[in-house]
């Protein structure tokens, strides 16, 4: 398997990073280099400056913590049946995810994504309830809610224990 940084291909780089173990397989998976992995931190740090301006600012209180995270994912909605939306997940909570797309995603859409995560792929499922193109390189922000919160060791499993303060 090959494993490229999918904003080097934006750029019209390869963006390939290595391979991994089986070799013969065909597939694709997302990484990130260490110039983007820079560049990201940097954008991820600015949004959480402004992280309270989707919900109404100050005043609002969150019911679930968010932690800050830079992941690569790929999104499939019923809007774009049959491509893949390539993605970045910035913020993940037990409730739900803020996702960045370069395109808009409709409120109310279910978007079932994959999450390139330390440990591995990890699919989750939730709906699009709010959009915002405030977000860098004209990318749109999505507020991606679960049906029902994920329990205290998802954020964990997402982002790997030592980034979250987990065990």
């Known amino acids: ?10 750029e019209g780089r390869s963006g390939l990073l290595g391979e991994v173990a089986p070799l013969e397989d065909a597939a694709v998976i997302d990484g990130i280099c260490p110039e983007h992995r820079l560049q990201v931190d940097a ?4 949004a959480a400056a402004d992280e309270g301006d989707q919900q109404g600012g100050r005043g609002y209180i ?9 992941l690569p994912v790929i999104g ?3 809007q774009f ?12 909570g037990a409730g739900g995810m803020m996702l960045e797309f370069p395109v808009e995603v409709v409120q ?25 193109s405030q977000s860098h390189e ?8 679960f049906r029902e919160p994920r ?14 303060g987990g065990n």
């Open 1 to 10: 398997m090959k494993i490229v940084c999918p904003h080097c291909q934006v």
């Open 43 to 46: 954008e991820s740090d600015a």
């Open 62 to 70: 969150r019911r679930f913590e968010r932690v800050p995270v830079a």
């Open 76 to 78: 499939q909605a019923p």
């Open 81 to 92: 049946l049959g491509t893949a939306l390539r993605g970045m997940a910035r913020y993940v």
């Open 108 to 132: 109310g859409t279910v978007l079932r994504v994959i999450l390139s995560t330390p440990r591995g792929p990890l699919e989750v499922e939730g709906e699009i309830v709010w959009t915002s």
């Open 138 to 145: 004209g990318l749109v922000r999505h507020g991606l809610a």
């Open 151 to 164: 329990d205290p060791g998802f954020v964990d499993l997402v982002v790997g224990e030592h980034q979250s």
